[in-house]
């Protein structure tokens, strides 16, 4: 049995954060599902196919990349390791394939999820094409607006998308609509999550999923430049990129771990405790504890809550959390675009935006040191987007 590193208690929590806070009919669902999981884990053989499909259908291994006209301006050693390169064009891919397969594995025909830029959907869509599951995406109507191509590609791929018009009509409305849908049909459905968050063993399965990123990381940057990076950067959003790449470097003390959150979804610096999804987690709240609108350019970032392990992280201090605003990601994705020649996607360009934001400050921690930045997708979803707002800005 290979066992799980930093696994939570039995219960699923990380210090005081996570657990399974559910409705009693999706307590045997979950217990099947984090079964299923660890058993699959361990077995060799459910690794070697998984493994396959990561490196012959979402192409696998991603390289890293030395931006070096950014390093040169930023004066720091810039290195991206590139998840943007998977196919359907983020890490969701990793994620989905592992739940896919297990899926299969424990007899369930129908697959749901949530998506809020439509990156989770694609993802899911794609991986029930492939193992001829019927697939519904719930996604919210704002979204839907904001990305409506993903919304074509999820149809195109066989995917019955269902727009959410409750709340804040965005991702965190999307999540209880697949909640609810999960407790009517938990027989033949299995809720394919989308990032570190909701009930055990979602948070600790999709780290574990994700994990891959991290490991690839570490093998690269000794490979190809004979040490690890001094400081390693990703975006937050559920937080499951932040935590695939950070996971491998949990035990090594003298790399720096950095989550950028946008300003106005920054659940770990200006949020307080509270249950969302069914785990305990730092949450966008009022007084009242009524749950925020998350409000930033990235309808991948707009979530009010974060994975347990990020908040148990941002607690112990392992992790440092931080936040950028929307017109900092906007010249960062500019940036990234014109000196790389890579559009990102507005997500990692927040990962971007904190570093130019440290670089020129006086009392800079990055300045001359090794950075790794996990580029979690490519920008091809935002270029509308980013047309929109340059036309508004008249640049
Ligand atoms: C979905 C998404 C994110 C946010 O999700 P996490 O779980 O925080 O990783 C970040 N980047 C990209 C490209 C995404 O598609």
Redesign the pocket.
């Known amino acids: 049995m290979s066992e799980i590193k930093n696994a939570p208690t039995i219960d699923g929590f990380f210090d005081e954060f996570g657990g399974r806070f559910i409705p009693e009919t999706l307590v045997p669902a979950c217990e099947e599902l984090e079964e299923a999981f660890k058993e699959s884990w361990a077995d060799v053989e459910f690794r070697a196919t998984l493994d396959n499909l990561l490196a012959n259908f979402a192409g696998r291994p991603t390289p890293i990349t030395q931006a070096k006209t950014l390093s040169t301006e930023l004066g720091c050693e810039l290195i991206l390791k590139r998840e943007d390169l998977n196919h359907t064009g983020?890490?969701?891919i990793n994620n989905v394939l592992g739940q896919a397969l297990l899926a299969v594995k424990m007899g369930k025909n129908r697959i749901i999820a949530e998506t809020?830029?439509g990156?989770?959907g694609v993802a899911t869509a794609t991986a029930a094409a492939v193992f001829g599951l019927e697939c519904v995406v719930y996604m919210g109507e704002v979204d839907m607006m904001r990305q409506e191509l993903n919304v074509f590609r999820m149809e195109l791929l066989g995917a019955e998308v269902i727009p959410v018009k409750t709340g804040s009509k965005t991702l965190k409305d999307a999540i209880n609509e697949a909640l609810r849908d999960w407790v009517t049909n938990v027989k033949n459905t299995h809720y394919c999550l989308?990032?570190?968050m909701g009930p055990h063993p979602y948070p600790m399965m999709v780290r574990e999923l994700q994990s891959i990123i991290g490991k690839e990381s570490k093998i690269q940057c000794q490979e190809q430049f004979g040490r690890l990076p001094d400081i390693v950067v990703a975006?937050?959003?559920?937080?499951?990129?932040?935590i695939g790449i950070f996971s491998e470097f949990l035990d090594i003390p003298d790399v720096e771990l950095v989550g950028v959150e946008p300003a106005g979804g920054a659940s770990l610096t200006k949020g307080d405790p509270g249950v969302l999804h069914g785990s305990m987690t730092q949450l966008l709240q009022d007084e009242w504890g009524q749950v925020l609108e998350a409000k930033s350019i990235s309808a991948?970032?707009d979530y009010p809550g974060v994975g347990p392990e990020h908040a148990a992280l941002a607690a112990s201090k392992r992790a440092r959390y931080v936040n950028v605003t929307d017109e900092e990601v906007i010249s960062a994705f500019q940036l990234m675009t014109q000196k790389e020649g890579i559009i990102p996607?507005l997500?990692?360009a927040h990962g971007l935006a904190y570093i130019v934001k440290d670089l020129e400050a006086k009392n800079s921690a990055f300045k001359n040191k090794m950075v790794l930045l996990n580029l979690?997708?490519r920008g091809d979803k935002d270029v509308d987007q980013m047309m929109e707002h340059l036309k508004c800005l008249k640049i």
């Open positions: 983020s890490h969701k809020g830029a990156q989770h989308g990032s570190v975006c937050v959003g559920g937080g499951s990129n932040a991948g970032l996607a997500e990692p979690s997708g």
